[in-house]
C-alpha cells in the first residue's frame, strides 16, 4: 500500500463517532419536540389539589450521551401555594436535574467503582461526557438513595407476604453470610462513639455485610459447590436491628421458604446469633471455622505464652478437635491449664466463654458430613471487593449518608440488579 492512502484510523474514528454522536442529538432534539407541552388530556394538579395553569414553555439543556440536547417544556403554577410542575420532565424522568437517565447511569456506575475523580476521567474518556468530580458524587448518591428507598419498599412487601410462595422445596441450601467491617468516617460521624483509636476514640464506622447464596451440588469429594452467579448482597452503616429486617427480606427473596435447608455463617458474634434466632430461626448455624481456629490460636497464645514449643504443640491438637468438632475437649483439657495471673486467666476465660458459647455452632466433622461449607469465604471476600476496595482507600473519609449510597448501589450491582432497579423505573 502506498504511504498516500494510508489513514489515520484514530483520528478517522474519533471523527466519525463526533459526528454520529452529533446527528444522534439532533435526532433526539427532534424527537423531543412531541414531549412535554401541547395541549393535555388531563388537568395538572399539585400537591396541594388545586389545578396548576400553564406559565409557558421553558428551555433547558440536557446532558445525554449523545451530547447536549435542548428540550422546550411547558411549565406549570399552582396558583394557591406557587409551586411549578414540569410535567414533561416527569414523563422523562429528569425532574431537578439537567441529566438524562443514560448519563447518570452511566455516572452512577462510574461513580460507583471508583474514586469520584478517576470516574469523572473515564466518563470523559469512554463516553465524551463532561462532568465534574463533585457531579459524579451528587448523582451516585442520589441514585444509591433511590436504590436503598427502593430496596425498602420491597423489603416490606416481602416482610409482610409472610406466607410462602410455594410448599415446594426447590432449593437444596440456601447460605447466609453475615460480617462487620470497619469504613473510615469523617469526624463529625463518629463524634462521641468509642473506638479502637489509642484514645478510646474511633475513626471508622462498622458496614455489616450480607450474603445470600445457594448450593445444590457437592462435587466428587463430598465438598459443597456454590451455584454459579447465585450470590446477592445487601449492607448498610446500620443498627444491628435494621441490617435484621434487610437480610431476613434479602433471604426472603431469594427462596428462604424455598430452601430444604439453611445455613448462616458468621464469626459467632453475639448480635449475629441473636439476629438468627429472632429472623432465622429454623437456619442452621455455623461459626465460620477460620475465625474459631483464630481464636484458637488467640487461646493458646494467652496460655502458653512464654513456652512457644508448647504453643505450637496445643494449637495443632486443639485445631484437629476443631475439626472434628470436640469443642468440650477443648474447652476441658483447656481449664486444666488456665494461667495463675488474674489478668491472664481473664482473657483465657472470655476465649473458653466464647468456644462454650458456640459449640453448638462448630460442629464441624458433623456439618462437612451434611455437604456443608463451614467457612464464610463468600461474604469476606464482599467485605474486601464490595466495600474495602472503593470504600477503604488511603485518605478516604466518608459521611454515613454516602456511605450507605454507595454501598447499596455497589451492592445491587454486584447481585446482577442494576437493570432490574432500572427498569423499575422506567416502568
Ligand atoms: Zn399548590
Known amino acids: 500500500m ?3 492512502a494510508r489513514i489515520d484510523l484514530e483520528a478517522v474514528e474519533a471523527a466519525i463517532r463526533a459526528a454520529v454522536l452529533s446527528a444522534g442529538a439532533d435526532i433526539c432534539t427532534e424527537l ?42 411547558s411549565r406549570f403554577e399552582c396558583p394557591q401555594c406557587g409551586a411549578s410542575r414540569y410535567p414533561g420532565d416527569e414523563e422523562l424522568d429528569i425532574s431537578g436535574t439537567t441529566r438524562s ?9 462510574a461513580g460507583s467503582r471508583q474514586p469520584f475523580k478517576e470516574a ?38 416481602l416482610l409482610a407476604a409472610a406466607i410462602p410462595r410455594s410448599n415446594e422445596k426447590t432449593i437444596p441450601v440456601l447460605y447466609v453470610e453475615m460480617d462487620g467491617t470497619g469504613v473510615p468516617m469523617v469526624a463529625s460521624a463518629v463524634e462521641g462513639r468509642k473506638g479502637k483509636q489509642p484514645d478510646g476514640s474511633a475513626k471508622t464506622r462498622e458496614v455489616k455485610l450480607g450474603c445470600v447464596f445457594t448450593q445444590t451440588f ?6 459443597p459447590v456454590r451455584d454459579p452467579d447465585s450470590s446477592s448482597f445487601v449492607g448498610a452503616i446500620e443498627t444491628a436491628d435494621s441490617f435484621s429486617s434487610r437480610i431476613e427480606a434479602e433471604a426472603v427473596r431469594r427462596g428462604l421458604y424455598e430452601a430444604e435447608k439453611v445455613v448462616v455463617l458468621g ?10 434466632e429472632m429472623h432465622l430461626p429454623r437456619a442452621i448455624q455455623i461459626v465460620d471455622l477460620y475465625h474459631a481456629r483464630e481464636h484458637l490460636s488467640d487461646l493458646c497464645r494467652v496460655l502458653f505464652s512464654s513456652d512457644e514449643k508448647k504453643m505450637i504443640h496445643h494449637r495443632i491438637r486443639w485445631w484437629h478437635d476443631l475439626d472434628q468438632g470436640m469443642v468440650e475437649k477443648i474447652i476441658n483439657e483447656a481449664r486444666m491449664r488456665l494461667p495463675a495471673d488474674a489478668e491472664t486467666r481473664k482473657k483465657a476465660e472470655a476465649e473458653l466463654n466464647y468456644f462454650n458459647e458456640n459449640k453448638e455452632r462448630m460442629r464441624y466433622a458433623e456439618f462437612r458430613k451434611q455437604g456443608f461449607f463451614v467457612g464464610s469465604g463468600v461474604v469476606e471476600a464482599g467485605c474486601k471487593h464490595i466495600i474495602g476496595s472503593r470504600l477503604k482507600q488511603s485518605g478516604m473519609e466518608w459521611t454515613v449518608r454516602g456511605a450507605n449510597a454507595i ?3 455497589r451492592c445491587l450491582i454486584h447481585s446482577g440488579r442494576f437493570e432490574e432497579f432500572w427498569e423499575s423505573r422506567a416502568a
Open 120 to 157: 469523572r476521567e473515564d466518563l470523559r474518556v469512554y463516553a465524551g461526557i463532561e462532568v465534574s468530580p463533585k457531579d459524579v458524587e451528587r448523582v451516585a448518591e442520589r441514585i444509591g438513595e433511590t436504590i436503598a428507598a427502593w430496596q425498602r419498599t420491597e423489603n416490606e412487601a
Open 2 to 4: 502506498s504511504k498516500a
Open 407 to 409: 454501598i447499596a448501589l
Open 32 to 73: 423531543l419536540k412531541a414531549t412535554g407541552k401541547g395541549r393535555r388530556s388531563a388537568q395538572v394538579i399539585c400537591g396541594c389539589g388545586q389545578v396548576m395553569r400553564s406559565t409557558g414553555i421553558e428551555r433547558k439543556v440536557l446532558t445525554t450521551v449523545l451530547g447536549a440536547v435542548p428540550f422546550d417544556r
Open 218 to 223: 457437592t462435587d466428587a469429594e463430598g465438598f
Open 101 to 109: 437517565p443514560g448519563v447518570r447511569r452511566m455516572t452512577a456506575r
Open 267 to 276: 464469626d459467632g458474634a453475639v448480635w449475629i446469633r441473636q439476629l438468627v
